[in-house]
């Protein structure tokens, strides 16, 4: 699909393509549309990141907790988003033996009694003996550190995310 394309949609079909580039989070993608045009891939980022970076730290937080737990429930459950279904799957977390699923639930109940959201990881850089390594390094960060750092891995997860959708057959959308 190409820019001029993108352009050129309504806010519900905007919505409907990009409402899920920041995970669970249509109002980030309909609040982006009122500032078209962009003129390529990165301007489009750069809305949605900046978007991201205005809100108050509370909102931040909120973005954060529409993310799922790497290798959780969801993913068991299969109730994930189809972005998320294949970011993890992809890592090979959809694989873990349940010795590696139980020590990833427990890292993750930890995780989030410390910061009060999920941990948020670009599944797609990582693998399933990474993610756990990761998490648990990041479970000794200062909040205002891993506040940071997980907002960049929501950029990261994003920027990979609009990238497929620019790269997509609009016709497959």
Request: with cysteine; hydrophobic share 40%.
């Amino acid at each position: 699909m190409d820019i001029e394309k993108v352009n050129s949609m309504d806010l519900g079909e905007f919505v409907d393509v990009f409402g899920n580039a920041t995970e669970r989070c249509p109002l980030i993608a309909a609040a982006v549309w009122s500032q078209r045009p962009f003129s390529d891939l990165e301007d489009l980022e750069k809305h949605f990141f900046a978007f991201i970076d205005a809100l108050a730290q509370s909102g931040q937080e909120g973005i954060l907790r529409c993310h799922p737990d790497l290798a959780g429930s969801e993913l068991q459950r299969g109730t994930l988003t189809a972005e998320s279904q294949r970011e993890q799957s992809g890592a090979g977390l959809r694989s873990l033996g349940a010795d590696e699923r139980l020590r990833l639930a427990e890292l993750n109940a930890q995780y989030r009694a410390r910061f009060g959201f999920p941990f948020v990881l670009a599944a797609r850089f990582s693998d399933r003996t990474a993610v756990p390594r990761e998490l648990a390094r990041r479970l000794l960060c200062p909040s205002a550190q891993e506040l940071r750092t997980a907002l960049g891995e929501v950029k990261k997860i994003g920027s990979l995310r609009l990238a497929d959708l620019l790269r997509a057959d609009p016709a497959k959308l």
